[in-house]
């Protein structure tokens, strides 16, 4: 009897604290249904969709589950690179820098090399080397850089976001949600190089000797989306696959975050779902939805801040207000548009290997 008492207890605490849960979401995010179909369909473990001007949440699932972020990272890296120096500063590869693998750009020790060059191997190859030459140049050393990037989290609002290294190779303790990742992309678009790097396809890049590097950006749809912006991948065994984007459709700009998918195809296919869900939402033809899973759910420790300051929305809100009325450029509904691209080569080098971190 004191067996069944006990386990009745447990239900209705568990139930209690369920209920809970339901009526914070649905009091503290207001422009939120936590209620789709839509969201059964995603794949990934968690995703998030946000409108860029405003940093609205649009589509959210698990968005405060806490996951590795994979190479997704190198976009903290290249932001405190920035704050911290030019483009046209030279950095020298070091020994540890030119060995760490397995994506990488093949820099080799002793090599003179420009900012901006390790950030294109950084953000368009994901080169793990050039991330890594990037923390040694801008914090002495990777302990010390990977000390600017949590405070630079930290100071984004990024509260459930740890990094442990300047590539987002395995480490314990490492953990991003995809309401940060999302985030973390929406500062980054402010930086006109990050912006533009992101974007390019293919690009030469080479040394101060002169030895040249054949790149190609690892984010497929840039070449088969005519909405993307640009984004940056990921890949490890424990994080799956990772990616983070901004497309652009008329005057609005969405960003999808997505965390944990099963496999490269369903990346890209859920990418694409996302950002026509968050264009639709964006436009008011849907309502904004949230969605928890039971089994993931479990893994997550606290809600994320999804609601950002009044001021800040109302700012935001107002120059996207003056925005569209001061639009003529009649792109029309899709907002199709030719973006420059750095001149594209036949033959592109390309890091092909099966290894931990493809990115």
């Not at 994506?103 to 953000?123: D, N, P, S, Y």
């Not at 914090?139 to 850089?145: A, I, L, N, V």
């Not at 008329?250 to 694409?272: C, D, H, M, Q, Y």
């Not at 300051?309 to 001061?326: L, P, R, V, Y």
Request: proline fraction near 3%.
């Amino acid at each position: 009897m004191k067996e069944h008492f006990e386990a009745q207890r447990l239900q209705f605490r568990l139930r209690s604290r369920n209920m809970s849960l339901f009526i914070f979401i649905l009091l503290f995010t207001p422009y939120i249904s936590p209620f789709s179909a839509f969201a059964v369909e995603i794949n990934s473990r968690a995703a998030v969709v946000m409108e860029a001007l405003t940093g609205r949440i649009l589509y959210g699932k698990n968005a405060n589950l806490k996951l590795a972020p994979a190479s997704t990272t190198k976009l903290m890296t290249a932001m405190v690179t920035l704050d911290a120096m030019n483009p046209s500063d030279t950095a020298v590869i070091s020994e540890r820098a030119a060995a760490v693998s397995p994506v990488k750009a093949h820099f080799r020790a002793g090599e003179r090399v420009t900012i901006e060059t390790l950030l294109e191997a950084a953000l368009i190859k994901s080169a793990n080397d050039a991330a890594f030459a990037l923390s040694e140049a801008a914090g002495g050393t990777e302990d010390r850089f990977v000390e600017l990037m949590n405070q630079k989290a930290i100071a984004l609002g990024m509260s459930d976001t740890r990094f442990v290294n300047s590539t987002g190779l395995p480490g314990e303790g490492q953990f991003i949600t995809a309401y940060d990742l999302a985030r973390m992309l929406r500062q980054a678009l402010k930086y006109p190089l990050i912006k533009e790097t992101i974007s390019t396809k293919v690009s030469r890049i080479s040394t101060e000797d002169g030895r040249a590097i054949f790149i190609k950006n690892s984010n497929k749809l840039l070449w088969v989306d005519e909405w993307m912006l640009g984004g940056k991948t990921g890949y490890t065994r424990k994080a799956r696959h990772c990616f983070v984007c901004a497309g652009e459709q008329g005057n609005e700009t969405v960003i999808v975050a997505l965390l944990g998918v099963p496999s490269r195809e369903r990346l890209w296919k859920e990418a694409e779902e996302l950002l026509e869900k968050g264009f639709s939402i964006a436009s008011g033809k849907e309502e904004p939805v949230m969605f928890f899973t039971r089994s993931d759910y479990k893994e997550s420790v606290q809600l994320a801040a999804y609601r950002v300051k009044s001021s800040e929305t109302s700012e935001a809100t107002d120059k996207k207000i003056k925005k569209n009325s001061g639009n003529k450029n009649g792109r029309g509904k899709l907002g199709k548009r030719v973006k420059k691209h750095k001149p594209k080569m036949n033959a592109v080098a390309e890091d092909r290997g099966t290894s931990e971190n493809k990115s």
